[in-house]
C-alpha cells in the first residue's frame, strides 16, 4: 500500500483510541437554557450571567449597534461602547488604561507576544493557563518553566539572563488549583532585576481585593508601572471578551502590534453592555465577592480538602482530616483523586444526583492529578449548599475508599 492510497487523517483513529484507553476522551454536552442540576462547574462566580440588570445591559447595546461590531476594531468595529467600558474597567480594578479584545485567550496571547519577542526572556509559572502558554510558544522569545509559585526559581531565571528585557507571566489565582499567586514576592523579583510582570486576573477579578477588584489591588500593586495585567470579561463579570490593563504605553503597543486585536473582529457590543452592567452591579453590591469566599469554604469542607498553609512555594498541607483554619483562596475548590477514569466516574456520580461538577484530567492538570473543581457562586442558597452536601459527601465516600 502507498502512502496516497491511506487518507491523510487515518492517524486520528489511532490517536483517538489511545485517548480513550487512558481515560482521557472528552466529549461535548449540550447545556439546557435552564439546567435542572445545581451548577458546581461553571466560572459564573457571582451569577451575574443571568441577572436581569445584565440581561437589559446586553440587550440595550444589541439594540444600539447591532448584533457585531462589523470588523476589527481598527477599521469599523471600535465603538463607543468599547472605549466607555475600557476606561469604567480599568479605573475599577485602579489601572491607567485598559484595551478590550474578543476573550481572555486573545488578550493572553496579545500582551505576552507584544511585550516580549525574540531577544528577550519570558519566564513562567508551571501551572499558567493554556493561553499565556501559546503566548510563550508565539513569542520567539527565550522561555523558561518554573515550578508552581517558585519565587526562587524565578529570581534565578531573571539573574542568569543576558537578554535585556525580560516577562515574567503568573495567574493571579491559578484556575485548575485555585491557589494564590505570591505576587508581592514576585513582584519585589521582578524590579530588583528590571522585568515586567504580567499577571492574569481571570479568576481574581470578582472575587479577590476591596469589593472584587482583584488580588494585584488586594496586594497594593494596582496601577504599578512595571505591573500589566489581563483579565476575562467570562467569569465574574458573566458576559465574553477579555481586556489587558496598565500604563497608557503598553495599550498604545498593543494597539499598534497585538495581532490577536489587529487582525479580530472587536468585541460584540452586547457582550460589552452585558459585562458593562455586571460591573455597575459588582460596585453597588461588593459583598457578593465576599460571598463566593464562605460558599466556597463551605465546599471545602463537605469535600475534606485539606488545610492550605501559606501561599508560597514550598507550603505545606495538613492532613485530609484537619479543619480548615482559613477559608479557600478563591473560588476554586479542587479536590483532586488521581485517577482520570476515577474523576470521570465521579463526575457523572454526581451529575445523576443532580449536581454538576466540573471534570479537570491531564493535559489540563498534571498527570496523577485528576480531580473534581468545583466552583462557588456567590448566588448559591441554602438548599443549594444542603443538597451540595448530600450528593457530594455519598460520591466520595465511594470514590474514595
Known sequence: MTRTDLSPLAWLAGVEQQRRQAGLRRSLRVR???????????????????????????????????????????????????????????????????????????ANIGAVVSLSGPGSLVVSDAYCHASLVDGCRLSKARVVITAHRDV?????????????????LTESVFSADGALAPLRELHEV???HGALLIVDEAHGLGVRGDGGRGLLHEVGLAGAPD???????????????????????????????????????????????????????LSAEPARAAAVLQHARTLAEICDIPER?????????????????????????????????????????????GVRVGCFRPPTVPAGTSRLRLTARASLTTDDLALARRVLTDVLAVQRR
Open 309 to 353: 498553609r501559606g501561599q508560597g512555594a514550598g507550603s505545606s498541607f495538613a492532613s485530609p482530616s484537619s479543619s480548615l483554619a482559613e477559608p479557600p483562596e478563591s473560588a476554586v475548590v479542587s479536590v483532586i483523586l488521581g485517577d482520570p477514569e476515577v474523576a470521570v466516574a465521579a463526575a457523572a456520580a454526581c451529575l445523576d444526583a
Open 152 to 168: 526562587d526559581a524565578v529570581d534565578a531565571a531573571l539573574a542568569g539572563r543576558g537578554e535585556e528585557r525580560a516577562v515574567v
Open 227 to 281: 505591573v500589566v495585567v489581563t483579565t476575562t470579561l467570562s467569569k465574574a463579570l458573566g458576559s465574553q471578551g477579555g481586556a489587558v490593563l496598565g500604563p497608557v504605553a503598553v495599550r498604545d503597543h498593543l494597539i499598534d502590534t497585538a495581532r490577536t486585536f489587529i487582525f479580530d473582529t472587536g468585541l460584540a457590543p452586547a457582550a460589552l453592555g452585558a459585562a458593562s452592567a455586571a460591573l455597575q452591579v
Open 32 to 106: 439546557p437554557a435552564v439546567a435542572a442540576e445545581l451548577d458546581l462547574a461553571s466560572n459564573d462566580y457571582l451569577g451575574l450571567s443571568t441577572h436581569p440588570d445584565v440581561i437589559a445591559g446586553g440587550i440595550e447595546a444589541l439594540r444600539t449597534w447591532g448584533g457585531g461590531a462589523g470588523g476589527s476594531r481598527l477599521v469599523t468595529g471600535n465603538t463607543g461602547l468599547h472605549q466607555q467600558f475600557e476606561q469604567q474597567l480599568a479605573e475599577f480594578m485602579g489601572a491607567p488604561a485598559g484595551l478590550v479584545f474578543s476573550s481572555g485567550y486573545t
Open 190 to 192: 521582578c524590579r530588583r
